[in-house]
Every structure is written in structure tokens, then in C-alpha cells.
């Protein structure tokens, strides 16, 4: 077992490098599968999500292999049994992306029940209705979700609400599907243009994706290409705030500021500074930081991957903050471990009334998931004393080296490793 051992109060200064993005890395890596040649992908993260994502592809027969240590070369032509393993799927969300990927190419996908963060129910329902609007049957038994068709062919899809994998899938399903599909009320997320900007390179037929409405006209082959993964917002955004919480003042390079305009909004609102340049942010404190009011929505709006990073922030703002996040069910369970460091929240409904205290305390927490595993770890940050946080493979699933980075930006945080009472630093 591992957790994370901090000693806060240090303010931290210099630069980062942002990782690729862990949510275009995910879907990308599953579309190699609709190509018909060797790919090399570059800018990879090395977390645990994409490990699991290549243990897929070898399991089902796929060549799979890091040729540096942030470059994935991918070669699924020899593919041959469209089943995802039981327990490979059931550790993480993006494996319900293999069910597009093997029914756009092989007419047949069968994916046990997706698992990943415990943020509450969260349905394919809408993934099952582009399926079968493009011509495809679905079953589901024994936890396995089966979808299988004779042939695809393109259609109109309109989606009930906004959803992020839903329209991804569509995407992997309708690519080399007959025809003209039109998805409606398609999510305009960031790595969802990254996603489309792949497969155009390979030879596919996609237009508007970053937009309300996608067109896809079908593509019967997908040349192999070299492509490199967009950076992370998410990552860059939790060093944004792990900045502005240590009234610090740190340079995160390899970003793309405009998708990262709605963070650096609300970290302006706050009292922190945000400067821009063409592919880095600066952020800093010369003043103090307040309250402010945020609501998560999907993009271009406020992230909730970013609101427990914010909610954390929140928590020694002067003032009262309101933080809604109506998006997932569970998104909120991170409150009771910093109120073990001294914060002050409570949860109503979908909300989180938020009064700032003057300072945190270091405790023994734990990780509920991946992104209140990153809350926890600004809270430490910024406390005086000893922060430990438990569980923190959540953490790992979307952040490339995250103690490393920070160390050398000045933070005490150090990984340890423990068996029960016996613990052993490492070295």
C-alpha cells in the first residue's frame, strides 16, 4: 500500500510541465482499433488509466508498446476476439469507449459493465441509443453489455442530455458505418475535438466536433498515423489552483490556454492572478484570496473534474462560497475528509455552502476518488502540518508523476510505502 505524506505550509514557486490529457488519451488509445495500420501515439501520460487501456488491447491480441517513456506505438490489426476482460473493465469508465471501437469494426462488442470513480449512477443509456439508432442490437447478461449488427448505417442521433462518452462512442460507431450520421446535442469537450482531429488525420470524414452538431460521413479505411495527445486542462487547472492555495507563484507550461478560460476566470474572481502566454499560464498571490460562487456545467462552462481542486481553494477564501455540481451524484464526497483538516462545508442537495477558515490542519484522509484525491492534496499543501492521504491509486489514474512535479516546484510530499503498522519510506 502507498499514500502520500505532506508537510504544508510551503509556497510553491518555478514551472511545470503539463502531461497529455488523460480523457482524450483514454478514447484514443481505444480508437486505434478502427485503424487499419500500425499507429504511434505521442505524448502519452503514464498513469494507471492508459496501463489498463494497453492491458486491453494486448489481452485482446493487439501489439502493444511504449517506445520512449511518453510515446505508444499500436498495432491492432491482429485483433481477433471483440471481448474485453471482466476485470480490466470493471477498474476504470473509459473502457465502455471499447464497445464503439469493436462495433465500429467488428460488428460485435462485448464490455462488462464499466467501472472507475464511484461518483454515483452514471447509465450508457444514451450510448446504447446511438447503437441501436445506427442499426445495432444490445443485450445485457451476467454484467456483460453485448452490442452486435449485421451492418451499420449512418443516422440522425439526438442525445437527451450532454453527454461526453455517449458522444464519443457515437463517433467510434458511426465512423465507418454506411453513410451520413448527424449527432445532435453532441458535448463540445476539448478532448473530444482531439479525438476527432485523430481520426480525420487517419482518413476519417468528421465535421463540427466542438460543437453543438457532428456530421460524419463513413470511412471504409484508417490510414496509420503519428499523432501527439493535447495537454491535460484538468492537470494544468489543479496546479493552477495548487498555486493560488500556497499563494505561490509557478509557471505550468505545455497548456492550451483557451481551454482553460473558464478556471482562470474564477481563479481571477478569487484575487488570484492569471497571466497568459501562447502555451503557459503563470498564476500568483499578492493579495488576499475571497469568496466566490461557482456551478459546474459541461463545456465551455466550469469543469467538475475541477470542482473539488476549487472546492479545497474555497475552503480558506475569506467570505462564503456556493460550489453547485449537478453532474454526477457523488462529486461532493471529498467535504467530510477536509473537514478533518479544519474546513468548514456543508452539503446541501447539489450544493456545497463553503465559509472560509483562516487556515487547514494536516490529517490522516483518504482519497474517495481521482479528483478528490487532487483536492486533498492542495488541502495538505496549504495546511500547517502533516497531511497523510490513503488510497491514492484514485489519484494515480489521471496524474503522471504528481508528487515528483510538485517536489520540484518545493513541496514536502512524499510517497510511503506501508503494511499495515509497519511502514517503510521509500527512497
Given at each position: 500500500m502507498e499514500k502520500f505524506v505532506i508537510h504544508g505550509g510551503k509556497p510553491l514557486r518555478g514551472e511545470v510541465t503539463v502531461s497529455g490529457a488523460k480523457n482524450a488519451a483514454v478514447a484514443i488509445v481505444a480508437a486505434t482499433i478502427l485503424c487499419d495500420e500500425q499507429c504511434i501515439l505521442e505524448n502519452v501520460p503514464e498513469i494507471s488509466d492508459i496501463a489498463i487501456c494497453v492491458k486491453i488491447l494486448k489481452e485482446m491480441g493487439a501489439a502493444v508498446s511504449f517506445t520512449g517513456k511518453n510515446t505508444l506505438k499500436v498495432d491492432t490489426r491482429q485483433i481477433k476476439n471483440p471481448v474485453v476482460p471482466y476485470e480490466l473493465a470493471r477498474s476504470m469508465r473509459a473502457s465502455s469507449y471499447f464497445i464503439g471501437t469493436l462495433l465500429g469494426r467488428f460488428h460485435d462488442a462485448s464490455v462488462p459493465t464499466p467501472g472507475g470513480c464511484d461518483l454515483g449512477d452514471r447509465p450508457i443509456d444514451q450510448h446504447i441509443k446511438a447503437f441501436n439508432a445506427l442499426g445495432a442490437k444490445n443485450e445485457n447478461a451476467n454484467g456483460v453489455i453485448r452490442v452486435y449488427a449485421d451492418h451499420l448505417v449512418g443516422a440522425q442521433i439526438y442525445f437527451d442530455f450532454n453527454t461526453v462518452g455517449g458522444t464519443i462512442n457515437a463517433i467510434f460507431a458511426a465512423v465507418k458505418a454506411d453513410g451520413l450520421t448527424i449527432i445532435e446535442n453532441a458535448a463540445k469537450e476539448p478532448h473530444i475535438v482531439d479525438l476527432a482531429n485523430f481520426l480525420n488525420s487517419m482518413g476519417a470524414d468528421i465535421r463540427g466536433a466542438g460543437t453543438d452538431v457532428?456530421?460524419?460521413?463513413?470511412?471504409?479505411?484508417?490510414?496509420?498515423?503519428?499523432?501527439?495527445?493535447?495537454?491535460?486542462?484538468?492537470?494544468?487547472?489543479?496546479?493552477?489552483?495548487?498555486?493560488?492555495?500556497?499563494?505561490?507563484?509557478?509557471?505550468?507550461?505545455?497548456?492550451?490556454?483557451?481551454?482553460?478560460?473558464?478556471?482562470?476566470?474564477?481563479?481571477?474572481?478569487?484575487?488570484?492572478?492569471?497571466?497568459?502566454?501562447?502555451?503557459?499560464?503563470?498564476?500568483?498571490?499578492?493579495?488576499?484570496?475571497?469568496?466566490?460562487?461557482?456551478?459546474?456545467?459541461?463545456?465551455?462552462?466550469?469543469?467538475?473534474?475541477?470542482?473539488?481542486?476549487?472546492?479545497?481553494?474555497?475552503?480558506?477564501?475569506?467570505?462564503?462560497?456556493?460550489?453547485?455540481?449537478?453532474?454526477?451524484?457523488?462529486?461532493?464526497?471529498?467535504?467530510?475528509?477536509?473537514?478533518?483538516?479544519?474546513?468548514?462545508?456543508?452539503?446541501?442537495?447539489?450544493?456545497?455552502?463553503?465559509?472560509?477558515?483562516?487556515?487547514?490542519?494536516?490529517?490522516?484522509?483518504?482519497?474517495?476518488?481521482?479528483?478528490?484525491?487532487?483536492?486533498?492534496?492542495?488541502?495538505?499543501?496549504?495546511?500547517?502540518?502533516?497531511?497523510?492521504?490513503?488510497?491514492?491509486?484514485?489519484?494515480?489514474?489521471?496524474?503522471?508523476?504528481?508528487?515528483?512535479k510538485l517536489r520540484k516546484l518545493g513541496a514536502d510530499i512524499r510517497r510511503v510505502y506501508y503494511n499495515n503498522a509497519e511502514i517503510a519510506l521509500s527512497v
Open positions: 457532428i456530421k460524419i460521413r463513413g470511412t471504409k479505411f484508417l490510414k496509420g498515423i503519428t499523432y501527439a495527445i493535447i495537454p491535460d486542462q484538468i492537470e494544468a487547472g489543479t496546479y493552477m489552483v495548487a498555486a493560488a492555495a500556497t499563494h505561490g507563484d509557478v509557471l505550468v507550461r505545455n497548456v492550451i490556454p483557451k481551454h482553460l478560460e473558464s478556471i482562470t476566470a474564477k481563479l481571477r474572481m478569487i484575487g488570484a492572478t492569471v497571466d497568459e502566454f501562447d502555451e503557459s499560464v503563470r498564476v500568483y498571490v499578492e493579495k488576499p484570496l475571497v469568496k466566490t460562487n461557482v456551478k459546474t456545467l459541461p463545456h465551455p462552462g466550469f469543469p467538475t473534474d475541477m470542482q473539488p481542486q476549487l472546492s479545497a481553494l474555497l475552503s480558506i477564501c475569506e467570505g462564503t462560497s456556493f460550489v453547485t455540481d449537478d453532474i454526477f451524484d457523488n462529486r461532493f464526497r471529498y467535504a467530510g475528509e477536509l473537514r478533518r483538516m479544519g474546513a468548514d462545508i456543508s452539503i446541501e442537495g447539489k450544493v456545497a455552502v463553503i465559509q472560509g477558515v483562516k487556515e487547514l490542519t494536516g490529517a490522516p484522509v483518504k482519497a474517495t476518488d481521482l479528483r478528490a484525491g487532487a483536492a486533498l492534496i492542495i488541502a495538505g499543501l496549504c495546511a500547517s502540518g502533516i497531511t497523510e492521504i490513503e488510497d491514492i491509486y484514485h489519484i494515480e489514474r489521471g496524474y503522471e508523476q504528481i508528487d515528483e
